[in-house]
């Protein structure tokens, strides 16, 4: 008997221990925080310098999500917003290589052609096998009622289509054919070709998701194409139209939730964070800035704001220890950086060579005036006998 009870304790005890043991692998669970930050007012940007700032559109797309996606609210952006709450923003940026995309009886690889001063990278897309399907993807979360426009710029090198999609839980909802002969164009409310020079073609296809959740973005060929058929391509894309941002900001949590391993506690900062140095990264690569301001000065300030962005997401990310006055402290210091930026910009322009020119110009011309007066007073002497020896 007293053996018996002595196994029943060993037995009780093992599975006590087994059930800790599991209990100390389960992963913790993350409480979502909020977090208000104190008011953002951006510098006033200098009247000069309006026109060229509102038309920079990297620019554009990082006061739209600086602006738009911000935690908080975010005040004096009037005159460094484009207006337009139609026109069209990059949201998205797909990469064609990276571990995440889906391929499918594809290969995807860099192209080493150049065309005239595109600083994107150039891709070629072929087909491997000759079965049916054949495509690449990537899955994002899209929010319901939004549309969503699939931009890619794409070239004929031996086959003359490719088709645009997007699907959901592997079922097509809507895809479209294009045609990449030179002299096709087609505009629709759903599907627009644009005829580029060197027989490039900017490639656009629109869906309006019903439900919200993770969907697939497909570049394919067509059932009829063959092993070894390709085509170049470059800046695939996912856009929305301005005024939807503020609107994505809402989906934060679920965003980071289903497109990122992430357990930070404040996934509306952080997902507003990696959306800023997303652009930032674009910006800085694209290297359009106005004429005005392809300074140094710029850039480095720029290049300070990316750090700071980057430093503050990796610690919302990683560092448990991070506390809601850190994060406070580290947006106030991003703060100063961008209106420092401002500043910078205005000095350029408000400062123009041209405008001191003409300032110059307008006033009186002091030498010529003195020598003027010198002549006069030589002038008079000499007329004056009793000034002539």
Partial sequence: MLYRLLIIILLTASYSCKNNTDTSKLPKEHKVKSIEFEEFSIADISSNAQSDIRSWKSFQSLMQVIVSMAPSKIKNTENLVNSNPDSLLIYN???????????????????????NNLKDTIFRLEKKKDKEISFMQ???????NIPYTFSVFAKNLNYNTV?????EKEEDLYKEIFVLDSSYTEHTNTKKV???????????????????????????????????DNILFYRPTLQIPTKYFSKIGEYSDKIIKEQSSVESSYYTVFFWLMQIEEELKQLLAEDAFPEKIEA?????????????????????????NFQK????????????????????IN???????????????????????INNKNTKSTNDNLQNPDNIM
């Fill in 93 to 115: 940026r797909l990469a064609p290589i990276n571990t995440k995309t889906i391929y499918e009886n594809i290969t995807v690889e860099r192209d080493w052609r150049t065309h």
């Fill in 138 to 144: 990537w899955n994002k979360f899209l929010v319901k």
């Fill in 325 to 344: 006055e850190d994060v406070q402290k580290s947006i106030r210091n991003m703060q100063n950086t961008f209106n420092d930026i401002i500043l910078r």
């Fill in 347 to 369: 000095n350029f322009y408000d400062s123009d060579l041209e405008n001191q020119m003409q300032y110059i110009k307008s006033q009186p011309d002091t030498i010529q005036s």
């Fill in 194 to 228: 644009k005829l580029l020079d060197d027989n490039w073609k900017e490639l656009q296809l629109t869906f309006v998701p019903k439900n919200e959740g993770v969907h697939g973005i497909k570049l394919s060929f067509e059932e009829d194409s063959k092993n070894g």
């Fill in 163 to 167: 088709t645009l999609g997007f699907s």
């Fill in 296 to 320: 140094p000065a710029i850039k480095a300030r720029f290049r300070l704001f990316e750090t700071q962005v980057k430093e503050l997401a990796d610690n919302v990310k990683n560092n448990p």
